[in-house]
């Protein structure tokens, strides 16, 4: 990239399971002149199995997709836009599974003129160790709602202009995402059960936007369990009252996540 960053797209997408090719998110941003211009994300059907791990780290499940255009019904569309401007992306994962979800439906590969951020901002960052988007929204204290696409895609933009240009990037109201407000962060409560460092993981909880609860009810969202404790394995149950509650409610119908201690640090980061 050289010259004055004018007319650019961010892309981001999350995938369904470990195929590159499965992806159930795309999100695109189209920035001119360090001002968001336009913001666009949607779900996709991506006609295969979701793993536990995918939906623990970006929420999304099968039945949230099972009525979403495929791939095929936005190639069309896809290759009108992602072609029109240079295309940003944080890593080699978003290019490779738009890569590989072409090859999966026999469609050529789009001709993107593709821009790795990540490998970007290594040369621009050379003193800098962390080149995680995580890390990067710390280091440049964005704000940053973690593993959604479009909120991915913003962010990726705000470190671009932030670390080449020293530029804020201007994002109008109307295209501020609601899942950005502390109103929305609060409907993810989480509940903590059995043996496991519950004041540190609660503060970690509340540092990354959840409403850290004592008791599971149907209200609940996520639910993080360690090893059972030894006065609930005396009372002859292998997981304590909290984790059978959700599972309870679970098999109801409500949309609980359980996770380990290292499934929820890891969703976490």
Same mark, same amino acid.
């Given at each position: 990239m050289g010259g004055k960053l004018d007319k650019f797209l961010v892309l981001d997408v999350e995938t369904a399971n470990e195929a590159r090719s499965s992806i159930c998110q795309i999100g695109i941003v189209y920035v001119s002149s360090f001002e968001v211009q336009t913001k666009i994300g949607f779900f996709l059907n991506p006609e295969c199995s979701f793993s536990t791990w995918n939906t623990n780290i970006?929420?999304?499940r099968q039945s949230d997709v099972k009525n979403s255009r495929k791939f095929n019904d936005i190639y069309e569309l896809l290759s009108k836009i992602l072609t029109m401007y240079p295309v940003y992306h944080h890593g080699l994962f978003d290019r490779q599974a738009i890569d590989s979800v072409c090859e999966k439906y026999s469609r050529p590969k789009l001709t993107i003129d593709w821009h790795d951020t990540e490998q970007l901002l290594r040369t621009k960052l050379p003193s800098n160790n962390k080149f995680g988007l995580k890390d990067l929204c710390q280091h440049f204290n964005i704000e940053h709602l973690h593993h959604d696409a479009e909120e991915?895609?913003? $962010? !990726? $933009?705000?470190?671009l202009c932030l670390s080449v240009y020293n530029k804020e990037l201007v994002v109008p109201k109307r295209l501020l995402s609601p899942n950005m407000s502390a109103e929305n962060k609060a409907e993810r409560i989480i509940v903590f059960t059995g043996d496991m460092p519950k004041k540190q993981l609660e503060s970690i909880a509340r540092e990354r936007g959840y409403e850290? $609860?004592?008791?599971? !009810?149907k209200k609940t969202t996520h639910l993080c369990f360690g090893k059972t404790d030894q006065r609930t394995?005396?009372?002859?149950h292998k997981k304590s009252g909290k984790h059978r509650k959700a599972e309870e409610l679970r098999r109801a119908g409500q949309q609980i996540n359980i996770l380990t201690e290292t499934q929820f640090l890891q969703l976490s980061s």
């Open positions: 970006h929420g999304i991915d895609a913003l $962010a !990726t $933009a705000k470190v850290v $609860a004592s008791s599971v !009810t394995l005396d009372s002859g």
